[in-house]
Structures are given as C-alpha cells and as structure tokens.
C-alpha cells in the first residue's frame, strides 16, 4: 500500500482547490436564479438547513472516500468501488463508471462556457460592453445571442472559437503541470482574487440608493412557503451543484491527501468558503441589483436562466452605474477566476483515471484527455441551439450527481460502516499506521486519521442516517417530478425541429440520437475499465515510474513546500 | 416586489453572514493554529 502518487504541497493548497472548484458559477449566477425563482427570502431557509443536514455530510463522506481511494493508490470511483468490495465483486468497478460520467459530461460543455466569461472579460475590459449597452438591453441580448450561435465573426472565423481555443489551452497547460504545481498554485492565485473582487462588488452594491428594495426580496423570510417541497428540493439540488457534490471532484482531490493529513476540518473550511462566497458575494449582488432595475419584472428576470442573467442582465445593470465599465470588467473577472479553478477540477478525475488507472505517463494521460475533452467540446458549441448542453447539463450536472452521491453515501455508511477498522487493517484495507480506537468502524476510521479536528460523535447518525436518506428522497422526488418529463421527452412538441450546421433535424429524433452517443462513450468507459483491470493489467501495477513523484512537504505548513 | 427591508429581514440577513462568517473564521483559525 505504499503510496506513489502526488500529494498537495499544503492543507491551504487542498482547501483553496476544493474551494475553487466548489466556487463557480453556481454560486453567482444558479443560486441567485434559483432564490428568485423560488420565493426569494422563501428559499434560504431551505438552503441552509439543506447545507447542514445535506452538504457538509455528504462533504466529509466524499473525502473520506477519495482518502480511501489514495490509501490504494487510485484516485476514481471504478477503482475504488472495486477496492471497497475487496476485488470479490467484479460489478463494483462498472457500477463505479456512473462517477466518472459527470467530469465527462461537464466539461463537454463547461470549458465553452468558460470561454464567454473570457470574451466577455475581454469586451468589458476594452469597453466594447459598454458601447452595446448604450444602445439598450434589447441590443445587450442580440450582442450576447450572436456571439453564443458562432455568428460573431473575426476574418471569417467564429470569435467563440477563438476564444474557446484560448479557454481550452490555459486549463490544459495548467493540468499539465500536476498536482501541486498546476492545480494547487492555480488556485492559490486565483481563489484570493476571486474573493476580492467579489466583495468590490458586494461593496458597491450596498452602497447603491435604495439597495433596501432588493434586499427586501432576497432576505425578507417568508415562512408561509415552507410548505411547499419544490423550494425544499430546489434548495438541496443546489447545494449539491454549487458544493460539487457528485461529481467526482472532491473524491479525487482528496485522493492526493498525504498520509496523517487532516480531512475533517479541511472539508468544514472548503464548504465554509464556498458558503460564505454563495452566501454573502452570490446573494448580495446579482438580484439585488436586478430588483432594483428590473423591479416587478425580476421573476421574469431570472427566468432567462444562469446565462441570461450573467450575460445580459449584469453587464446591463453594471453598465448603468458610475464606473460601468471597470463594474463590467470585475463582474467577468470574478467570473474567469470561479471557472477556471472549476475547469481545472472537473478534467483532473479524468486525468487521474488515465493515470493511476491506465498507467499512462502524464503526458499521454493529459494529450488523451485534451483529444476527447475537444471532440465532446464541438457537440456543445455546435450543438448549443440543437439542446446538446441541456443534455450534458442533465445527466452530468444534474440527475448523474445526485445518484453518484446516492451511491457514495450508502457505501460508505452501510458497506465501510459496518466493518470494523481493525480487521480492516488485518486484511490490509487499511494501512497499519492509521491509528484506530477499539470498535471503530472502516468508515470513521479513515475520516478521522490524523485529523486536527475530530468529528464530534453527535454527528454521526446525521452522516450515517439521515444524509443518506436526505438523497434516495431528493432522488425520487426530482425523477418524479422534473426527471421524468424531461426523460421522456414528454415535455417536447412532436413537431418541434432543431438546426445542425445547417441540416434541419426533429428535435426528439435528434435527442435520443445524441444520447446514444452518450451512452457510446459510456460503453467505451466501461471497455476501458475492463482493460485496466483484466489479469495482468495496468490497474494493479504501482502508478508509472515515469510520473514524477513530488516531494513530501510539511503538513501543517500553509506555505508551498 | 416594492416590500421595504424589513427588521425581520435584516436581523435574517445578518444573522445568515455572522454564522456563515462565524464558520469560516472559526475554519480558518484552526488551519492557521500550530499544532
């Protein structure tokens, strides 16, 4: 069980990155649209009980499964799974695909969007934002439009490309640096920038006359919806969106932990961090401002959806005030460094998998993942107005997430939680140098190894039994309600068509052909899998000598080692 | 939509970003603490 892989150079780096994943555009643009879709004050309450009861549990179990993961020198669920069930199950490592499905769906169409935020950066930085809004808010919207349908063009060739080109090579090269000296200094850098200009904003926008009006919205409490579980199921799906629950993220980060490293309160600080930017940053600047222009229209507001309101309504808003422009240039630079740490965290599972999986050198794990993550990234730009990203966003973002939770949340409480810690380590589950108080359980165990702040008992039963139980009821509810119509395409006209570089296609035709493509590349996952783990393959070999390994630094510095 | 900010509301609010900054400020001094 010695361990050869990377580890983080800082308890500060891993909380920066997990936090720089979990900080995006969730936290400024989806919850804002979802407060104000679902009651506005209404809808907090909700939020934060789902936070505490949903979120940060689900949060320490994902970690302490990624801690598992690293333990055995694999960084992704199919393996993992497999290790869980002690190699005695040989479904457990397809069963474990289902967690790499959403980086892959993800990033086909996150890395696009990625790229807007930078053009729009752009724009507002050379004042060309300002110039549409002068011409008014319908200008602002065909701007916006043109540009997302690839009809913006510089010498014949789409601006979006450009752009997405530039997007796509800045994560890559940042991935390609590993670990520590990619991701952890990425996110050392971009995470403290983020957080400034977030409240350069929030400081603005509470000094704004009559800013009371769009507070009142956002923060009035109003119990009487309480009743209602839509804005109950709302509050937890975004919870689990904006903490990148599901999605393979945290497990694989925390696969990189260093032996003794601290999980507990490292996963409290990243979940804190998200909160306080969602919270404070997310809930004080974009429907408040918005209220104040679009007044009784702000329900009809949000319902133009994350993007319209990111890409319309603020610039829009921001250009209307003083200093419009440099409040243009801010609102997308906070926005550039939120995506970019999150880019970089959705493609790093793949990495890994290509890596302690597959065995192959980084530079082949990096090429390998830049091929597919371009190709799936084409079905998006071109695909946008044919309703591929609302496919991606469902089963990756969405409904995938949700059950990949389901899934961890019952290994670890009914599968890792029911076995004890000490024949654990006989049977060699866990190492030896964990240390373990009679009776513990696996589960615990490896969550609380060298933890600065123990998980306080009373917390437990939340973990074990109501976290668990929390996700089969959100899972059911949202396949009864909003899953199935959307599954089944009940919701879509027989006649509707769609357009596809320049071929005109019925739209549920077109649906279910596209998810036969997705389907595809889960059968390829899954041969993948079995080709790492048939006899004598690559998966049970030590992670290639050819990946360098970093250093061990201090633990418990906060200093890069 | 024209609802004034009401006491309730900003005692909700603040209550909200002390806790949520509690939390973060309580994180944060454990991570920075030497052992």
Redesign the interface.
């Given at each position: 069980m010695a361990n050869n892989r990377e580890n983080w150079g800082s308890?500060?780096g891993v909380?920066l990155a997990v936090a720089g994943s979990a900080v995006g555009l969730g936290n400024f643009l989806r919850f804002p649209v979802q407060a104000a879709t679902n009651g506005g004050?209404a809808f907090?309450i909700p939020y934060?009980i789902a936070f505490v009861f949903l979120g940060i549990p689900l949060a320490w179990i994902e970690w302490t499964l990624g801690r598992y993961a690293g333990y055995h020198n694999y960084g992704t669920s199919p393996s993992t799974y497999h290790v869980i069930f002690r190699k005695k199950k040989p479904w457990a490592k397809y069963l474990g695909s289902l967690g790499l499905l959403p980086p892959i769906f993800i990033i086909f169409y996150y890395g696009f969007i990625q790229s807007w935020i930078l053009a729009f950066a752009f724009y507002s930085a050379t004042g060309t934002l300002m110039d549409v809004v002068a011409q008014g808010p319908e200008k602002m919207t065909e701007f916006f439009g043109n540009y997302i349908m690839l009809k913006t063009c510089v010498g014949g060739i789409p601006v979006a490309i450009i752009f997405f080109l530039i997007t796509f090579i800045a994560n890559m090269v940042v991935l390609s640096f590993g670990v520590r000296k990619g991701i952890e200094r990425a996110n050392k850098i971009c995470m403290p920038i983020l957080l400034i200009l977030g409240l350069v904003l929030v400081a603005r926008v509470l000094t704004l006359p009559g800013i009371?009006?769009g507070?009142?919205?956002?923060?009035?409490?109003d119990f009487s919806q309480l009743a209602s579980p839509k804005i109950w199921m709302a509050a937890a799906g975004q919870v689990f969106f904006t903490m990148s629950l599901g999605m393979a993220i945290i497990f694989c980060y925390a696969s990189y932990l260093k032996p003794k490293e601290d999980l507990v309160?490292?996963s409290?600080?990243a979940s804190?961090?998200n909160?306080?930017a969602e919270?404070?940053i997310g809930g004080t600047v974009v429907i408040p401002m918005a209220?104040l222009v679009a007044?009784?229209n702000?329900e009809e507001c949000a319902k133009l959806g994350t993007f319209g309101l990111g890409f319309q309504t603020m610039p829009y808003v921001f250009g209307t005030l003083p200093f419009g422009g440099f409040l243009q240039t801010v609102w997308f630079a906070m926005l550039f460094f939120a995506g970019i740490t999150s880019a970089i965290s959705i493609i790093q599972p793949l990495i890994s998998f290509c890596e302690d999986d597959l065995k192959f050198t980084r530079k082949k794990s990096v090429t390998t993942i830049s091929t597919i993550t371009f190709i799936g990234s084409l079905t998006a730009i071109f695909g946008l107005a044919a309703g591929t990203v609302d496919e991606l966003d469902f089963w990756g973002g969405t409904y995938l997430i949700v059950f990949v939770g389901m899934i961890q949340a019952i290994l670890f409480s009914f599968v890792l939680g029911r076995r004890n810690a000490k024949e654990a380590q006989a049977n060699g589950d866990l190492p030896a140098e964990v240390n373990v108080e009679l009776g513990e359980n696996e589960a615990f165990a490896a969550m609380n190894d060298g933890s600065?702040?123990k998980l306080p008992r009373f917390l437990r039963p939340i973990i074990m039994y109501v976290c668990p139980i929390y996700l089969i009821v959100l899972l059911i509810s949202f396949t009864a309600t909003d899953g199935l119509p959307f599954i089944t395409l009940s919701n879509v006209n027989p006649n509707d068509t769609v357009q596809l570089l320049g071929h005109t296609f019925s739209k549920i035709g077109f649906t279910w052909a596209f998810r036969g493509f997705l389907l595809v590349l889960f059968l390829l996952l899954n041969l993948a899998i079995a080709y790492a783990w048939r006899k004598g393959g690559p998966a049970e070999k030590g992670r290639s000598k050819k990946i360098k390994k970093m250093e061990i630094g201090n633990s418990?510095s906060?200093e890069e080692a | 939509m024209n609802a004034e900010f009401t006491t309730g509301g900003i005692a909700f609010m603040v209550c909200a970003w002390g806790a949520i900054t509690g939390l973060c400020a309580f994180c944060f001094y454990k991570v920075f603490k030497k052992k």
């Open positions: 308890k500060l909380i004050g907090i934060l009371g009006k507070l009142a919205f956002m923060w009035n409490p309160l490292s409290l600080t804190a961090t909160g306080f919270v404070i209220v007044g009784a702000i600065q702040l418990d906060t | -």
